[in-house]
């Protein structure tokens, strides 16, 4: 079975309505033999925040050292996203097993009329992916209520019930006492932990007996205050009764001060966990589309408030910044209350109603009749964010509301990726048609057709018909992915696009002007082929030419050199010899990142680099610093540094704001953990796909923070959680990287993947110096490397192949 027929396999299931009870997901997983009897779970639910919450827990746990599964709802882009094992969402490999086994007891309940619905099998999914992956505590979010959910297969070690609001009152009740009732069925062994009070507080106490609360009065268990904005973080303080912490959260908002206060609680429950990192881990609980800062200039956000109550504590959020004007692009599903959100919401210069493509979506010009003033119906999600961010000045600020479907559509305008394929084979066709989901029998009919150009992209269903419609006729070619298109589903579709430079053009002309953000397709298409775009240079040498990055290692335990250069006087003779071999890049860093290696403490780390910085600022090479801490970064660019290197891709909360400070480039690299833990095991449906698809959200990170994409240099990662062949399919397909509209850095020099080619450990110089000419010539716009002389020559050697008058 391939992916795209599990995938739609379980998408089919989407047929059956939600309904009350647990009896057909006890059906299911018994069928699997009950995985998750052996889980430690937490479970959380909530009308609004359990989320963002169920995302605290999961951080502040997995800073604590513990495997953690993660079970959300719905998901933004990829059905994928739902499941994930210590941050990385289930790989499409599991997804077809896991439909495998589960596959013929589903077809024999459908024919009995018991047929799991589509929430209940992502349940199972995501409790069979936890046991397989064995790990510490399975976070899951509850679906709907609590008492008949899917979720609630479970026997929770620790449970929350976040806020209550009137939703889905068929279900669960025509009063938020009703619901609040429903809701706290999902206490387990300890007391259930809620940021309710009054009468929906005693509601929840009637059945769940023993409570936890969490609030801003001193009578709460937990005292959760906001003390207001701080930049683009919320300041909030959490006093327990032998316990308090300070902490600036990256979601803002009162409400998550009481978020952050039910995780806290919920995490003391399960684990033993310190106040450093219960710190660290809500400083680093990113929860995409949930009052998320896209931009300062407008002020441009994107909320997932999907009703009144959300929509009432976004108004109350934005109030802490100052705006002229508000342009709000709204986009609701069918079944709320939308006069009730429009109140909600603050008053808008201009109002974009919009429809996500979904059928639950309200029509737009429905939409627009709850909203007084001017309002404009753009009908494309993608197509109203970029007419009001065209409409706005500078100083005035564009929202994106209404529900999670609007703001997923709208935040592929910064995470979507068009990939630029190396094909110059049959077997590189078939590799980007796979990759890209196509059926077997579209593979076939197309692979020798994947010549000149071939991009592969991700487009929602209508914009994908158009395209290969478009191609197609132009005499180009198009295959879509076998993934079935389904319209009452968020869903975006992969594409490969083949044709010549010139086919491209045209299409691109007829794409100018077309709804249903056709438009904004063909601008991004003219980026990733450089179709008459022309990118501002601020004078990097990486914006010419391949450049060359040496590297210093001012650490006794390097495992290059062994700690020769430890000192400064070393460090600086050895910077020197580099930039006569033809260094462009001096790369300093005072922590080694080896396997095994031991974390160095942040005041010993500066002694080691700032001096060394300090000497080199003068020299004729640009100086980096490596480094995962923000407090040494800030250090050595004071000290003169002018680039930042963090190969924990801004693990540190603080770092993006202080490359964004000194605003300088900053590479952000891919890594599963850093040091490497040489028995971590991790498994790649394709490693390149995958690795970009991680790489695009901590690159959005580091824009948000004030960064421009030319100033964010990604670097995939090599020999950071990958075999060797993976290694060298990171290398071989290097130029794939681009998609993230970033330059890109190889860190390749004299690295364990050479065994692959029978290089020990000390004979690795040519075998690196060889990899250097291939990622020269595939796309790596920086090579780092320890041995400058012989790589400069590679790539000058690469360069004059390519452009001889150069």
Request: aromatic residues 4%; contains cysteine.
């Amino acid at each position: 079975m391939e992916y795209y027929e599990a995938a739609n396999f379980l998408f089919d299931l989407k047929r059956y309505p939600s309904r009350k009870g647990t009896e057909a997901t006890r059906a299911l997983l018994a069928a699997m033999d009950d995985p998750h009897e052996g889980l430690t779970c937490v479970q959380i639910a909530g009308s609004n925040g359990k989320g963002s919450t169920a995302r605290m827990v999961e951080r502040v746990l997995r800073e604590a050292g513990l495997s953690v599964g993660l079970f959300t709802s719905p998901h933004l882009t990829d059905v994928r996203e739902r499941v994930r094992v210590d941050g990385r969402k289930i790989r499409k490999q599991a997804v077809t097993a896991f439909v495998e086994e589960i596959r013929e007891y589903v077809l024999d309940a459908s024919s009995q009329g018991s047929a799991p619905t589509f929430f209940e099998t992502q349940t199972a999914l995501a409790l069979w992916e936890f046991a397989r992956q064995d790990v510490d505590v399975a976070v899951l979010e509850v679906g709907i209520g609590g008492q008949h959910d899917a979720t609630s297969v479970v026997d929770p070690v620790a449970s929350a019930v976040t806020s209550v609001t009137l939703e889905h009152t068929a279900l669960l009740g025509d009063t938020r006492a009703e619901i609040a009732r429903d809701k706290a069925h999902v206490a387990g062994e300890q007391p259930l932990v809620t940021g309710e009070s009054g009468a929906v507080l005693e509601a929840i106490r009637s059945v769940a007996g023993d409570i936890h609360t969490v609030g801003s009065g001193s009578d709460n268990d937990v005292q959760a205050r906001y003390e207001g904005r701080d930049g683009l973080t919320g300041a909030v303080t959490l006093t327990g009764t032998d316990w308090s912490i300070e902490a600036a959260l990256p979601q803002l908002g009162a409400h998550q001060a009481v978020n952050a206060g039910i995780a806290t609680a919920l995490c003391r429950q399960v684990a033993d966990v310190t106040e450093r990192t219960i710190v660290r881990g809500l400083e680093t609980a990113f929860w995409p589309g949930r009052f998320e800062i896209m931009s300062r200039e407008p002020l441009l956000v994107l909320d997932g408030a999907h009703n009144p109550g959300g929509c009432a504590t976004t108004a109350e959020t934005l109030e802490s910044f100052d705006y002229e004007e508000l342009h709000l692009v709204f986009g609701a599903l069918s079944d709320k209350n939308h006069t009730k959100m429009a109140k909600a919401l603050p008053e808008a210069t201009t109002v974009y109603a919009c429809e996500p493509a979904i059928d639950r979506a309200e029509d737009a010009d429905a939409l627009a009749r709850t909203f007084d003033g001017n309002v404009r119906v753009v009908r494309s999600v993608r197509s109203a964010v970029e007419s009001a961010v065209e409409a706005a000045d500078a100083e005035d600020c564009v929202l994106v509301a209404g529900s999670l479907y609007t703001v997923a559509q709208a935040r592929h305008r910064w995470v979507g990726t068009q990939t630029p394929k190396r094909v110059s084979t049959l077997a590189d066709a078939r590799a980007a048609l796979t990759d890209a989901d196509v059926t077997r029998a579209g593979i076939w009919r197309m692979r020798g057709k994947g010549v000149h150009r071939v991009v592969e992209l991700r487009v929602q269903p209508r914009q994908a018909r158009f395209l290969k419609e478009e191609l197609l006729s132009l005499g180009g070619e198009c295959a879509i992915s076998g993934c079935s298109s389904h319209t009452h589903e968020p869903r975006y579709l992969d594409v490969v696009a083949m044709g010549t430079l010139a086919q491209f053009k045209r299409l691109i002309e007829k794409l100018d002007g077309q709804p249903h953000g056709l438009a904004s397709v063909g601008n991004d298409l003219k980026r990733t082929l450089d179709i008459g775009t022309e990118t501002e240079k601020r004078g990097y040498p990486w914006e010419d030419r391949v450049a060359v990055m040496g590297i210093i290692n001012v650490t006794p335990d390097s495992f290059y050199d062994g700690g020769t250069y430890d000192s400064v006087e070393a460090a600086v003779a050895r910077a020197e010899e580099l930039i006569e071999d033809g260094a462009d890049i001096l790369d300093v860093g005072g922590e080694s990142t080896r396997p095994g290696a031991d974390p160095v403490p942040t005041e010993t780390e500066i002694e080691r680099v700032v001096p060394v910085v300090e000497r080199l600022a003068d020299h004729d090479a640009l100086v980096s610093v490596d480094t995962r801490k923000a407090a040494v970064a800030r250090a050595a660019l004071e000290a003169g540094a002018d680039i930042l290197n963090d190969v924990s891709g801004l693990s540190d909360p603080d770092m993006r704001h202080v490359a964004a400070d000194y605003d300088v480039p900053t590479v952000v690299m891919h890594s599963i953990e850093a040091p490497v833990d040489p028995e971590t095991d991790v498994t790649y449906d394709d490693v390149v796909t995958d690795t970009i698809d991680e790489l695009s959200e901590r690159v959005l990170l580091a824009e948000k923070a004030g960064l421009d994409r030319e100033q964010i240099i990604v670097d995939p990662g090599i020999g950071f959680g990958t075999s060797a062949a993976e290694s060298f399919e990171l290398l071989g397909r290097i130029g794939e990287f681009h998609a993230l509209g970033c330059p890109v850095l190889v860190g390749h020099s004299h690295k364990s993947m050479y065994e692959h080619v029978d290089r020990a450990a000390g004979d690795r110089l040519h075998a690196t110096v060889a990899a250097t000419a291939i990622a020269a010539e595939r796309g790596a716009d920086i090579v780092r490397v320890h041995d400058v002389k012989e790589n400069v020559a590679a790539v000058r050697t690469q360069r004059a192949a390519s452009d001889p008058d150069a």
